[in-house]
């Protein structure tokens, strides 16, 4: 059972626990989920449906993911397939799959402006929620602010 105030991910956004309301809707008990990235956003998830979730990575996962930046290469994928690749990474919700979308857009992005081209949609959407939901699960973890996560981030990737 998830406890109040405690922090899960769902759906790839961290959730913090706020609460249980009983007999909720249907006579059923709904757990109160707010995501760290979006206060104003409530999601009810039935208590029976609990397996949704998952617990946040621990401090050592943590601090492993962020050694192991700059050793995660970017993707290698083609521009035609690009949307569905991001999803298809991204619905894994595996820590690493975010690092690889963050570099790829992040890289895509500098290619184009470089360019003179515009950035793509896919990529600037896929770049915002991979840093939304790694950083602030990172964030909370490891006791920083999400600015501090993406400085570090930025530090270990070379990425500026």
């Known amino acids: 059972m998830l406890e109040p105030g405690s922090y899960v991910v769902y759906k790839q956004q961290v959730c913090k626990v706020k609460g249980i309301i009983e007999k909720y809707y249907r006579d059923r008990d ?17 208590i029976d449906q609990e397996d949704k979730t998952r617990t946040l990575m621990s401090e050592e996962e943590a601090l ?10 970017p993707l290698e994928i083609h521009s ?22 963050i570099k790829t857009t992040y890289l ?17 959407t896929y770049f ?16 920083q602010s999400i600015d501090e996560i993406r400085e570090l981030f930025k530090k270990k990737s070379s990425l500026n």
């Open 128 to 143: 915002e929620k991979a840093e939304d939901y790694l950083f602030s699960e990172l964030a909370i973890v490891l006791d």
């Open 64 to 73: 492993k993911l962020v050694d192991q930046i700059p050793k995660i290469p």
């Open 80 to 101: 035609r397939n690009l949307k569905d690749s991001y999803q298809e990474l991204f619905d894994t919700d595996d820590p690493v799959k975010l690092v690889q979308i």
């Open 30 to 46: 709904y757990y109160y989920l707010v995501p760290v990235t979006n206060e104003k956003l409530k999601i009810m998830l039935p």
């Open 108 to 124: 895509r992005s500098q290619s184009r402006i470089a360019s003179n081209k515009k950035i793509t949609t896919s990529d600037e």
